[in-house]
């Protein structure tokens, strides 16, 4: 049975294994019409013809929401650096000695350990991205 796909006023014929079913059709269609990824489908015979429509349906922003959280999220630095920073201006000053690191040893456990979890959760941020399929950007992304 022929199929006719009807979006933003165009009428596009699809072949049958792609408009077999909506998540096929949804999956095929998507890179080329990011904004259609939730529309509503619907379909109708007429004549003999399938004639599909995808209406769209509004989304949520996701990019402001998520830029938002990160303008006021509170910045921080992970402790390991700061320690390290520390240390640092210890031996400029010159005062970088067995002394000061026994009295340090306490904030150097913590920050190691503090550190490590960021590192472990940072790892696991980038294999969830990596992971992720890509997909076209609805707006055009300054500086690239």
Do not use: C
């Not at 933003?8 to 990011?34: H, K, M, S």
């Not at 490590?116 to 500086?143: V, Y």
């Amino acid at each position: 049975m022929p199929y006719i796909l009807m979006i933003e006023g165009q009428e596009i014929p699809i072949a049958d294994e792609i408009a077999a079913t909506d998540e096929t059709l949804r999956n095929a269609l998507t890179p080329f019409y990011p904004e259609i990824a939730h529309a509503e489908i619907t379909r109708t015979d007429k004549e003999g013809i399938t004639q599909i429509r995808m209406v769209k349906k509004a989304g949520t922003k996701g990019l402001g929401d998520i830029l938002q959280t990160l303008i006021t999220s509170e910045h921080q630095f992970n402790p390991a650096l700061l320690l390290s920073w520390q240390i640092k201006m210890l031996e400029i000053q010159g005062h970088l000695n067995i002394e000061n690191l026994l009295l340090l040893q306490d904030e150097l456990e913590t920050a190691i350990t503090t550190g490590r979890e960021w590192q472990t959760e940072l790892e696991k941020s980038l294999n969830i991205l990596k992971k992720s399929p890509p997909i076209p950007s609805q707006i055009p992304i300054s500086g690239f």
